[in-house]
């Protein structure tokens, strides 16, 4: 069992950063993939980003590809989405997620959800 708590997200002005954290409880968590999707007003959820459970691969979709990064601390069980350049259409709840399969683009892929956090890009 593993539960995953979002903080991070804010208002924020295009051109802005913002560092997304998932807090994750469980020792097994360095065992689990994890990724972070979003999903905007009217939207589907959509991938975002993933990264393996050693941190040696890491997945983007094209439309935060060298804007965001993600990054893992196994020891202190925990996730980070760094977002950069942001845009306002990178408004959304961000969730993070966990997952055991292989195809980590896809969200029925992952065992646990956190609850999501806002992020607003707006001038």
């Known amino acids: 069992q593993v539960q995953l708590v979002e903080s991070g997200g804010e208002l924020v002005q295009p051109g802005g950063s913002l560092r997304l954290s998932c807090a994750a409880s469980?020792?097994?968590?360095?065992?689990?993939?994890m990724g972070w999707f979003r999903q905007a007003p009217g939207k589907e959820r959509e991938f975002v980003a993933a990264?393996?459970?050693?941190?040696?691969?890491?997945y983007y979709a094209d439309s935060v590809k060298g804007r965001f990064g993600i990054s893992r601390d196994n020891a202190k069980n925990m996730v980070y989405l760094q977002m950069n350049s942001l845009k306002p259409e990178d408004t959304a709840v961000y969730y993070c997620?966990?997952?055991?399969?292989?195809?980590?683009?896809?969200?029925?892929?992952?065992?646990?959800w956190g609850q999501g956090t806002q992020v607003t890009v707006s001038s």
């Open positions: 469980g020792r097994t968590f360095s065992s689990y993939a």
């Open positions: 990264i393996s459970w050693s941190g040696a691969f890491t």
């Open positions: 997620a966990a997952s055991r399969g292989t195809w980590l683009r896809v969200g029925s892929e992952y065992d646990y």
